[in-house]
């Protein structure tokens, strides 16, 4: 096989004014002028990685408890012969907008309240065309969950509105304009996923309504309810819920809502929200929701499975470089460097050797290179043909696999470097790479390394606290082992 040098075309970034549609400035940065330097670090008020982490996590319980406040908005679709449920206390079948869940366990958590229990039993009929709004979306808190919807239903973010009173009228107003862009259901998640459906009549048919037994509320039957809740914690997620990426919106996207940019700085980001947003930014998503064809256009590109594969590349390995540089063993250096060798095999072209006397990392440049553009390079080829979702989604990918790319390269540079000189890797060194490895895992802070350590016992479930029970727990990011069978753990449920 010979072969042949990659050509890289230029590389174009939009950069808006902080909080401004008015004028967009664009910066041409040539292949040649970016020089894939090792040095440079990310524009602090770039959200690719954000976009990245939110959109690999959609559908997933435990991502979307431990950030609350969604900023993602994507239509989707739930399939025909899916079955879906409802709990109440009395027999009478919905014949208007109600509540459906895609578990049991979730309906029957209220129809116990008056001692009956009815569930009732639907089937799609059809495919219903749905919305859905990420994170802890269906909490009725008024600090950020329910954000998304008020800016869909009254285009304006109305805390005061978040409680139990407005949840029906929300549902109605978000109905009505459903109707208008034919869409059938809406998605929210809190422990569980719930679909706010706009017609209990069209695209569903009952399968059964059945009286249950009476069974406990405590502990047995809001345990089952949060155990339920587990099966959906991390990728795929929920499963009977499928997305079109290629209209996703994202709150994160500087592009389309500048004027979140000013109001993220300096924040933790559990405390991201967008409460601030101006008012050409709420007409700017509320167009790009309007142009949603809700029909089903097959992206070239299988954008889920890409941002998994780049997650499953990298998750258990930096996690493993972590554990390793925080190691306090001697040769916590020497085998992290092994394993920096292994991360970047693929990429270690044979050229990338440093000259005898050069002391810095340019000649590493190809590793970065060949590294950060193996997973988009095609993708870019064919961006002529996307639509402005998938434009965000490329940008977040380049950007979040770029910054592995170079902190790593970087790492394994230095490495390369001091075994030159002095055959081992000093203690300096392993100092750096902790901090490196650190700051990368902080800034690509995704949900995997968040995990109950020691492993749970097989009959225990790692738990992340979040509503509706142990709020006083709450974004704490601590998971712990519990039971969810007798004998039950204490997990606050009052």
Not at 459 to 482: H, I, Q, T
Request: aromatic share 10%.
């Amino acid at each position: 096989m010979i072969w042949c040098p990659f050509t890289f075309t230029s590389l174009v970034l939009l950069w808006l004014p902080i909080g401004s549609h008015a004028t967009q400035k664009t910066l041409v940065l040539t292949d040649s002028a970016f020089e894939w330097n090792l040095n440079t670090l990310p524009n602090p008020n770039a959200t690719g990685h954000l976009i990245f982490n939110t959109v690999s996590s959609l559908l997933q319980h435990w991502p979307n408890t431990r950030y609350h406040n969604g900023h993602t908005i994507v239509p989707g679709t739930i399939p025909i012969g899916t079955l879906l449920y409802h709990g109440r206390t009395d027999p009478d079948v919905p014949l208007t907008r109600e509540w459906a869940s895609t578990d049991p366990e979730f309906a029957r958590l209220f129809c116990f309240e008056f001692g009956q229990c009815w569930i009732l039993t639907l089937v799609t009929t059809r495919p219903l065309r749905v919305l859905y709004f990420d994170g802890s979306s269906a909490t009725k808190m008024p600090d950020g969950p329910m954000d998304t919807q008020d800016i869909f239903a009254w285009g304006a973010v109305m805390p005061e509105r978040a409680t139990v009173d407005w949840d029906y009228r929300r549902l109605h107003r978000m109905c009505d304009l459903g109707d208008t862009l034919g869409i059938d259901a809406f998605v929210r998640m809190q422990l569980n996923f719930e679909i706010m459906l706009c017609n209990f009549t069209d695209g569903v048919q009952t399968v059964s309504l059945s009286r249950l037994q009476f069974e406990p509320r405590f502990p047995h039957h809001a345990y089952s309810y949060i155990l339920s809740s587990t099966w959906h914690d991390h990728f795929p997620g929920e499963p009977r819920i499928q997305l079109d990426l290629t209209h996703a919106i994202s709150l994160y996207d500087t592009a389309l809502a500048p004027s979140l940019v000013s109001r993220r700085y300096g924040q933790d980001r559990r405390a991201h929200r967008v409460l601030g947003i101006d008012q050409r930014d709420v007409e700017a998503v509320a167009a790009r929701v309007r142009a949603i064809p809700f029909s089903s256009r097959v992206s070239r590109i299988d954008w889920r499975t890409l941002f998994q594969v780049i997650r499953d590349r990298y998750a258990e390995r930096l996690d493993a470089l972590h554990s390793t540089l925080h190691d306090a063993s001697d040769d916590s250096a020497p085998r992290a460097f092994r394993l920096l060798q292994m991360l970047l095999a693929p990429y270690l072209v044979h050229s990338a050797v440093p000259p005898p006397a050069d002391t810095n990392t340019a000649w590493a440049a190809p590793v970065f290179r060949l590294c950060a553009t193996a997973h988009t390079s095609f993708a870019e080829s064919m961006n002529h043909t996307f639509t402005a979702s998938e434009h965000m989604l490329l940008s977040a990918t380049k950007e979040t696999i770029r910054e592995i790319c170079r902190s790593l390269v970087g790492m394994w540079a230095i490495g390369v470097l001091e075994l030159r000189d002095s055959k081992t890797i000093s203690d300096v060194v392993g100092d750096q790479w902790r901090v490196d490895i650190d700051s990368l895992l902080g800034w690509l802070d995704w949900d995997s390394w968040i995990a109950c350590r020691p492993a749970c016992a097989f009959d225990e479930s790692c738990y992340l606290p979040g509503a509706p029970f142990s709020m006083g727990e709450w974004n704490v990011s601590k998971p712990r082992c519990v039971r969810l069978f007798e004998p039950y753990s204490d997990i606050g449920i009052s």
